[in-house]
């Protein structure tokens, strides 16, 4: 039963077959396969209750609070305002890139979304200003990932309700080993640069005046982010009100900005569409699957064979990882994650460990799948706004922030209080 | 055949608006609530509205999807193959996307028909009569059926004509998320 399930997953994956469909088929096989009774009889009632939700309506906001902000032009005056704040630093520009992605990360809940957004306003730069390419577009790649780990994070709203676990938590969590990371990604890119200079540009200064001028530009993003997680945090909102507020805030941004037009609205309300939709088909495959599995025994059926295997709890973590990193290689963020919580997220929290904190540790592992070749889409959005050179720059300019990743990946399993102590103080 | 596929395209297009304007209606029907609030005052039932245009709009959301060629796929081994072997790909990929659309569209009718045949309410102080939400809800997921059965055919005829370039057009993988 379970070497069914895991080679008709991959095998139906490789065929290119829709991810949301390839887990309904799943449910399919199991069902009329290994199910004492027919499942398929509630499908209906689990497709209705999966979507019909009151939380989930916080995925369709928080992607358009995102696409409101990059049509009205704000990433290039924060890229320009981060540039005057960060770029004294050994690396020059290449700072800005990640200081910038960790601004939008704070907006948007999509990793792909931050890497575009950002990639657009920093490409041209680098060619102008004789960067090398690798560790600049590197930096790109790397820094938009954390677009699904600093909060709002439509993959860990999505983890939340797999889970049923609080959105507020999780939200917390994955603040400080975001913002950690981030600060992690600057430093390797500081120290590699005063190791071989060549590769990042000259440290770039700006006076007190063009700083302060910036921070006017850097104002309308940072207050709106500290209403979103601020009103959560205090407990004044749930993430879907709070959601609502940002989406609020955002047009109004772009009212002022003079960009508000009902093309530009409509534009944002399809890209909103599309990737909740892509979303959404994903998560009620997972739903239907996780309520396949469980109750036709497969999610016990694993536990026991692990269980069987005699490892410890740390060692049981470690198999666990190590799988995500391999099938990393190979799968999407957010197809990796729903596929593997029905299965793995019981295993974890019967060996003792926290679900919150499970939640962070495999957004940073999912984090690195974004970037790790041959299925990294964030390599193939920041290539695709560069417009020259190879994809394998991308690739080898990546491999030290995927280490810092890993480097966190430790931290957090020495170190759980860095997700756990925010949510605890809720 | 392309017509009738251009025309599916502005169909689910107008759908995917229709459901992102519902969803700014929810935008502007939480802050009410969370200003009526602090005056003491409450709309109620915000929440409940929310989860039945969340679920409306995913399903209609679905079917733009499908012609916005945004269900994500894994295309590792696609993207290896000849021009003809993809088109044999995506075929399948189809094929399988209508037999599951086929399936959740029969499966959903009776949470539907239970229903209208109660007549049942939700148990919160909106009493929403379900068939309600229920029906548009379900008339997403009939689309998404009909939407993938065109596709397919047109999938199928083009690649008996060896149009494959019509095929990635239609039913292909686009990387940009």
Redesign the interface.
Known sequence: MIAFTASGLLILLSLSIPVGIVLFLLAFGIDHFFSPFPLMRGLGQVVWSSSNSGTLVAIPLFVLLGEVLVRCGVARRTYEALDAWVSWLPGGLIHANVATATMFSATSGSSVATAATVATVATPQAEKLGYDPRLFSGAIAAGGTLGIMIPPSINLIVYGFLTESSIPQLFLAGLVPGLLLALLFMLVTAVLCMINPSLGGPGRHSSWSQKFAGLRDLAPILGLFAIVIGSIYAGWATPTEAAAVGVAIAILIALQLGKVSKAMIFDSLRGTMRTTAMIMLVVIGAYVLNFVLTAAGVSRALQELLQGLGLGPLATLMVIILLYIVLGFFIETLSLMVATIPIVVPIITQLGYDKIWFGVLMIILVEMALITPPVGLNLYVVQSARKSGSISDVMVGCIPYALAMLFMVAALIILPGLALYLPSTL | MTKLIDRLRRIN?GL??V???A??A??AF??I??IMRQLGASLGGT??I??????I?????????LT?L?????????TRLVPAGRAV??L??ML??TA?AL??AY?????LSKSLQTGARSNTPLETPLWL??TL?WIG?VWFAVSALLLSAAVLMYLLQGQNKKIDAIAG?R???
Do not use: F, K
């Open positions: 297009d995917a608006v459901a992102g304007l969803l700014l929810c935008v939480t802050i609530e969370i929440d409940e929310s989860g039945y245009v969340m679920a709009a995913t399903s209609w959301g679905i079917c733009y999807a916005a945004a269900h994500v796929r894994i295309d590792l081994l696609r790909l995506d399948i990929a399988s996307l599951t399936v959740i499966r959903t009718w009776p949470v939400p229920q809800w997921w993988v990387s940009e998320g």
